[in-house]
């Protein structure tokens, strides 16, 4: 198993995780909704420092890839780039809708499908379905509060509210305040919001025992940014000059 830096900026926090053969080494979080950029390296820095490592030993960095906060997506991957620079590792990017799934079927006591639900920090929601196993079962998007708990209510055919999807996610407490039904028919599984880093670190390594992965780095989308939805701020189509 490689020596596995995970950055996860994505979100509500700011999280750091070294894992080496299947153990953690040391994780590092502040809640944080901005400022990502300022906190992120220094708590890389800190971290290798406690646990006796290089960064420049690293084999592999992992980094959630979105969706989630334009500018905390930006400042993870451009730190994943780096680090992968300096040490010579490759760089692999991780759905963060992924990475939660994974760390819901972990501690989810339930053997239902998992419904997904990151906050937008707009009215609508990020949201993806997964099999209790944390594997992907429908594609990541967009959706607004009714849309959403009707997609629940469908997700069983039978609509037997005992089947229904467990919740995860930093915006599944807000879903439910929105909600006037049973509560029992919406579970949340207890302790995930923002991906864990140490999720995003098992993920990577999975992604780079896949075709996709070559000793020369990973295929270059894995480290786009995943948005869903447009930027607010655009350019205008003529690029902003004047008309004559």
Same mark, same amino acid.
Not at 55 to 62: C, E, F, K, P, Y
Not at 188 to 201: C, E, I, K, N
């Given at each position: 198993?490689?020596?596995?830096?995970?950055?996860?900026?994505? /979100?509500?926090?700011?999280?750091?995780?070294?894992?080496?053969?299947?153990?953690?080494?040391?994780?590092?979080?502040?809640?944080?909704?901005?400022?990502?950029?300022?906190?992120?390296?220094?708590?890389?820095?800190?971290?290798?420092?406690?646990?006796?490592?290089?960064?420049?030993?690293?084999?592999?960095? /992992?980094?959630?890839?979105?969706?989630?906060?334009?500018?905390?997506?930006?400042?993870?991957?451009?730190?994943?780039?780096?680090?992968?620079?300096?040490?010579?590792?490759?760089?692999?990017?991780?759905?963060?809708?992924?990475?939660?799934?994974?760390?819901?079927?972990?501690?989810?006591?339930?053997?239902?499908?998992?419904?997904?639900?990151?906050?937008?920090?707009?009215?609508?929601?990020?949201?993806?379905?997964?099999?209790?196993?944390?594997?992907?079962?429908?594609?990541?998007?967009?959706?607004?509060?009714?849309?959403?708990?009707?997609?629940?209510?469908?997700?069983?055919?039978?609509?037997?509210?005992?089947?229904?999807?467990?919740?995860?996610?930093?915006?599944?407490?807000?879903?439910?305040?929105?909600?006037?039904?049973?509560?029992?028919?919406?579970?949340?599984?207890?302790?995930?919001?923002?991906?864990?880093?140490?999720?995003?670190?098992?993920?990577?390594?999975?992604?780079?025992?896949?075709?996709?992965?070559?000793?020369?780095?990973?295929?270059?989308?894995?480290?786009?940014?995943?948005?869903?939805?447009?930027?607010?701020?655009?350019?205008?189509?003529?690029?902003?000059?004047?008309?004559?």
């Amino acid at each position: 198993m490689p020596l596995t830096l995970a950055l996860e900026t994505s /979100g509500d926090a700011c999280a750091a995780a070294l894992v080496a053969d299947g153990e953690v080494l040391g994780v590092r979080q502040v809640e944080m909704s901005r400022g990502h950029a300022e906190v992120l390296v220094p708590m890389v820095q800190d971290l290798a420092r406690e646990a006796d490592v290089a960064l420049t030993a690293l084999d592999l960095i /992992g980094v959630t890839r979105g969706p989630g906060s334009f500018t905390g997506l930006r400042t993870g991957i451009a730190a994943a780039r780096g680090f992968a620079i300096a040490s010579g590792a490759p760089a692999v990017g991780v759905s963060s809708l992924l990475a939660v799934a994974r760390g819901a079927a972990r501690v989810s006591l339930e053997p239902r499908p998992i419904l997904c639900i990151l906050d937008t920090r707009r009215a609508d929601y990020f949201a993806q379905t997964f099999d209790q196993t944390g594997m992907a079962t429908g594609e990541p998007g967009v959706m607004g509060v009714e849309d959403l708990l009707s997609l629940i209510g469908s997700l069983h055919p039978e609509r037997r509210p005992e089947l229904h999807p467990v919740l995860a996610g930093n915006a599944v407490s807000r879903l439910l305040s929105a909600y006037d039904g049973d509560p029992d028919t919406l579970r949340r599984v207890p302790g995930t919001g923002s991906p864990d880093p140490v999720d995003v670190a098992a993920l990577a390594e999975a992604i780079l025992c896949k075709p996709v992965f070559s000793r020369e780095g990973v295929a270059q989308d894995t480290l786009s940014p995943l948005y869903l939805r447009a930027p607010e701020a655009q350019l205008p189509a003529n690029g902003g000059r004047l008309k004559r």
